[in-house]
């Protein structure tokens, strides 16, 4: 069972019990990792490196959360590490997230057939100057476009 260790830590939280097939260096571990976990309305957070809680994720969750972080709306087609990353910025976590994704990334048909990005995608990007002292100006996205090869981009209005 793929989920086995978010019962195995629920179940510890709770109660505060191993499990009796464990051996004493394993109930150790499991007291240790717990520090990192908490049970919340029934739902199972837990603490990264961050000091960020983020919602453990059951095996059936996994296949739908990776292909929206890499292909969905919100993806791009990213390498492993950003889409990985776009995950644990949604709040969510499992202890394989970073490898998952890169796998997935891997596998990816689109990506596949794109290759790797060539000077003909490059867009110019002409510097803007500043035309007084102390002038800002910002970004925002304003609108998605999908060229003939499937990958999505943004067009980025300064002011
Ligand atoms: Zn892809």
């Not at 989920?3 to 191993?18: G, Q």
């Not at 919340?40 to 990776?66: C, M, P």
């Not at 304003?142 to 002011?159: D, E, F, K, M, Y």
Request: a positive charge.
């Amino acid at each position: 069972m793929e989920d086995s260790w978010i019962t195995e830590m629920t179940i510890f939280l709770t109660t505060r019990l191993p499990p009796q097939q464990l051996s004493t260096d394993e109930r150790k571990r499991l007291a240790v990792r717990s520090r990192n976990f908490c049970l919340l309305n029934n739902t199972l957070y837990h603490k990264g490196a961050d000091g960020i809680w983020r919602r453990a994720v059951r095996q059936f969750e996994k296949s739908v959360i990776l292909r929206e972080s890499h292909c969905g709306i919100a993806g791009g087609h990213y390498v492993g590490e950003a889409t990985g990353g776009k995950i644990w910025n949604s709040g969510l976590w499992w202890p394989t997230v970073m490898k998952d994704a890169t796998d997935y990334c891997r596998k990816c048909d689109v990506c596949q057939r794109m290759g790797q990005p060539t000077e003909r995608d490059r867009m110019p990007f002409p510097p803007v100057l500043p035309l007084q002292p102390f002038q800002k100006w910002g970004l925002e996205w304003t609108l998605s476009v999908h060229s003939n090869r499937q990958h999505c981009g943004q067009v980025i209005g300064a002011s």
